[in-house]
């Protein structure tokens, strides 16, 4: 009797709601071309604070994208899940009358770091400024950082596994790899990734704990990690989410395989001690490489976590030496963050969604508004690089302590 055929995790579709482009093709055009669109923090309430440049979101109707019904009880973060869920279940080829059939074989993963702050302080000042019968009954729901798995799965009528992943920034890379194994073990489709939307007064005002943000003025000089003249990272709004089935299905109804799932893995090295996280995500690295069963030399480019630290910069430099050996001084590496912001939880399933999109153009995207670069790295800088790409790499770590590293595989090489 022949073994069966392993379940292997499939990218079928992408959708992004992000501050370069509200559609997976806006996205990809302005992340390709190294367009840069940080630019002074615009949200009301937040021109008094010292936080002067973000990525955020501007071209975006949530009344166009989500029912009345859903948006009156939900946040901004969560208006982006929706929308780009809808766009991912759109590139998949999955209607609602292929899911509401075997509701019970899709489930959604996200993660989340800065939950419904933009809701939540509304709510709250109606608190303070009318009194409790003023306070909307959702604000117990809103706010809190699973609310964008249930709104999806309750929108769409998905009734499989449904998580959240709460796991620092690199809860984004952490979603997709749980998703991956839910497909693994039998699940058929997982929506998986992140949005944010913290730039929010609320949330704002909690983000200027972490010294690690930057508060530079020019937004051509506000993130520029690995230069000399780094000075932190600066945050953004959106994200993107993913759709993650089982390969062998997806190509039975004729949807493209547009990447796999390979590898991952994730360690924990504490808050802020960047020179530790060297060897925690070194150890990420080559656990998610063992999974994927993929040699150092395999690895075509790597899309960088890129804190905007010095000494983080340094340690990330170190960890790609580190695990990729001789290799990670030649890789291509790049960081097309450094144009929109770090989008917390959601930017590296941005960098994800980038890592496909370059996987099946053949091009790596630039890193923009860096040039100076003062670490040991092929940094992709000044304008997009052709390459053959089979494999990308895919980095995260936390402001609280987490790495993690994902493996990706062009879905073309995969095709039997």
């Known amino acids: 009797m022949s073994e069966p055929h392993p379940r292997r995790a499939a990218v079928t579709g992408i959708g992004v709601v992000a501050p370069n482009g509200t559609s997976t093709e806006s996205f990809w055009k302005s992340t390709k071309e190294g367009i840069s669109v940080l630019d002074r923090v615009t949200r009301e309430g937040c021109d008094h604070l010292p936080l002067r440049v973000a990525g955020e979101v501007r071209d975006f109707d949530p009344s166009a994208a989500v029912e009345e019904r859903f948006l009156v009880q939900t946040d901004r973060f969560t208006h982006f899940a929706m929308a780009a869920a809808d766009l991912a279940l759109d590139d998949a080829r999955l209607g609602r009358s292929d899911t509401d059939d075997s509701p019970f074989s899709v489930g959604v993963v996200t993660a989340a770091g800065s939950g419904g702050g933009e809701f939540g302080q509304r709510e709250l000042q109606r608190l303070w400024g009318k009194g409790s019968r003023f306070v909307g009954p959702y604000q117990s729901i809103a706010w809190f950082y ?22 620092d920034e690199a809860g984004g890379l952490d979603a997709l790899a749980h998703a991956a194994r839910a497909v693994r073990r039998g699940t058929d489709v997982i929506v998986a990734g992140s949005t944010e939307a913290p730039l929010a007064p609320y949330s704002a005002v909690c983000q200027l704990g972490y010294e690690e943000l930057s508060t530079a003025e020019d937004p051509t000089r506000a993130y520029r990690p690995f230069t000399a003249a780094a000075c932190g990272f600066v945050p953004a709004e959106g994200g993107a989410m993913l759709v993650v089935e089982e390969e062998t299905s997806a190509r039975e109804r004729g949807t493209p395989v547009r990447a796999t799932l390979a590898g991952h893995a994730a360690t924990f090295t504490g808050a802020s001690r960047w020179e530790e996280s060297r060897e925690g995500l070194a150890h990420a690295i080559r656990g998610a490489l063992d999974e994927a069963r993929c040699a150092p030399e395999e690895i075509d480019v790597v899309f960088a976590d890129a804190l905007g630290v010095p000494e983080a910069d340094r340690a990330e430099a170190l960890a790609i030496a580190d695990a990729l050996g001789a290799h990670g001084r030649r890789v291509p590496v790049t960081a097309p963050k450094t144009g ?48 053959e790409l089979r494999t990308a790499l895919v980095l995260s770590r936390g402001l609280m302590g987490s790495n993690s590293a994902l493996v990706l595989r062009r879905g073309a090489a995969d095709a039997s």
């Open 146 to 167: 699973a609310a964008s798995t249930g709104q999806i799965s309750i929108r769409r009528g998905f009734k499989g596994p449904c998580s959240v992943v709460a796991a």
């Open 340 to 387: 929109i912001g770090r989008g917390y939880c959601a930017a590296p399933v941005l960098d994800a969604a980038a890592a496909v999109l370059a996987m099946e153009h053949g091009l790596i995207p630039p890193t923009p508004n860096v040039f100076d670069i003062c670490h040991d790295l092929d940094l992709v800088s000044a304008r997009a690089r052709a390459a």
